[in-house]
């Protein structure tokens, strides 16, 4: 009992060649041994690390009774994206790092038996309260514009989301690969808002096609989720060569545009990659450049494995299926050939010096010992920064010297009736914790209409 | 889904087409662009806007690849899957009192908004349109009605014979003008830079490099300007001709050549075939 039930995955040495879903879900048998691990201790330490508070013991408390569409209706309580946040939640570090079961052994798989009962249980979406006659606008419809509708469509709100893209989801769709989110299930989840009746307007950028200012006039109040979605780049030489991607470029040609099927959006299929970083986004490049056939992925990261910010399970299955992890290594420079095409990256190797302000470990170079790796692509992985569109558009909304919003504990703005939330308020986070903002957003909003 | 409601051919390989969309229509201005889906598989291409009129929004653009080959087969009535703007910045027009416009090609499409701006708004307008010969000529008449023209023809079947250099180059030892604004082929706008340089005439270019989401997301269409990376979706499509490295968008534009060769002969003869059959 001290060990959870493995999750079944497709066979690394098959998936590595396919964009089908890499984990296959529990079935009930494995979901209800898995439930029966849990203790129900009375403190309940699991829900203090869900950021929506999910009521865990009790949705696994059904699952054991074998009442699947009970235990959906508890996590719909408090988050209808249950077989998105199964999916791509950093669980270890949040409800499973509480789980008194982890202290000897294994923690019980939660996110893998959200999983099993988002998928498996009858859809029934919540009847809204009856139309309150308060309109509110939300920008971008990833994970936290989503989550915040959802709130307050449910109490009656008129809800309009703006997506600048010309599909739904957000980072959802554009940046988490189909062999780690599905997109028919961010489809399936966006439908839920449209049975809810909220509008999606899809092509539609804040601060270019519409201002902030025609939404104040337009709505009782404002959501602004837009995303953290400004590529850095390294600012080492070599980098506008041919072959040299953002990790957002490279992901959205795959995920959006789909351009590893038929399509006339154009991928560079390379023999051997090199992707700089080390965070989930590091680890969904390397995997998709390894399914677009190409014969050597690298990770270079300049920290250890240790430091890597990417969730365990996704290091785990990049091992798994071969990609070729170089720690404690930073780019210096990218080399091209005659015809302006990446030929190799030069790196320095690291060591760990003494912790930084962030309490990791600062790499620092050892001198004399670089070396090239032979790539003819290279895709940089090093975080994005807030998209500054619409705040260049509307300057009275006070944002901090990164580009971030402004925002006090409730979202809320330096302007009365806009709040903000998710990746354009923290810098880039993660899908559950802008979940987490849009629907405190949405209380505080709620809060906000009583009155205005 | 956005309907075309005119559509008319300039010459054999470009084309005029319009579309209402209010919000494009009320906060669109010269320089810059919308990004069309043709269909629902579609890529994301980058169109400047030509011109508003009403709700009216037309763009012209020039048939090069699959994209543009699958939006000519398009006809009034037909829908375009998705268009999304305005994006970039608009183009600076404001204290120039005397000004040259240049386009090259399909570029006069983009100059000519531009021009009828800079005429508006009380500015001393001169054009100089440049195409490989008479049969490609296009907005001789618009732009005759907002600015002083001069057209040239790489074979000199009409107007001047030669380059937009050669004419540029006599206008400015003759004159002081404030700025020149150059769209056209990246060769074009870099020589136009480098002839505009000696006598340190203002020189803004409209840059076109490869572009997947036109609101900064991707990076994939980077430029160098003045040593630094700069995102023409973004932070421009307008840069200081003087500033830009125009060596390195020339080949960033190559990349996916190949490809886009392929594809568009994919298309082509499916097409044909599609008809042989019907």
Redesign the interface.
Known sequence: MNNRVIMPTQDPNVRKNNFNEVALGYSKEDAIIEASRCLHCKAKPCVSGCPVNIDIPEFIQKIKEDNIDEASRIINEASLFGRICGRVCPQEHQCEAKCVRGIKGEAIAIGNLERFVSDNAHLIIPTPKKANGKKVAIVGSGPSGLACAYDLAKEGCSVTIYESLHATGGVLRYGIPEFRLPKAIVDDEVNKLKALNVNICTNKVVGKTIFMEELQRKYDAIYVASGAGLPKFMGIEGENLNGVYSANEFLTRINLMKSYEASPTPIYHARNVCVVGGGNVAMDAARCALRLNSENVYIVYRRSQKEMPARLEEIHHAQEEGIIFKMLTNPVKILGDDNFQVKGIECIKMELGAPDASGRRSPVEIKGSNFVLDVDCVIMALGNTPNPILTNSFPALQTEKHGCIVVNEEQKTSIDGIYAGGDIATGAATVILAMGAGKKAASSILNYLKTH | MTKIIRKEALNDSIIRITISDQ??AC?AKPGQFAIL?VNS????IPLTIHNVNGNDVSFIYQIVG??TYELSKLEVGDDI???????GKPTEIDGVKKAIVIGGGAGSAIAYPIAKALKDKGADVTSILGFRNKDLIILEKEFSDVSKLYITTDDGSYGVHGLVTNVLKDLIEKDDYDSVYAIGPLIMMKYVALTTKDKNVKTIVSMNPIM??G??????C?V?VDGK?RFAC?DGPDFDGHKVDFD?TI??N???KA??RE?YDNVKHNCNLFKEVK
């Open positions: 919000d494009i906060h889906r598989n579609g890529e994301r699959r994209s899957e998705d268009v999304c703007g305005p994006l997947v989401d609101t900064g997301m991707c990076g994939g980077r160098s990376i973004v390195e080949k960033r190559n990349f996916y490809f886009e594809d």
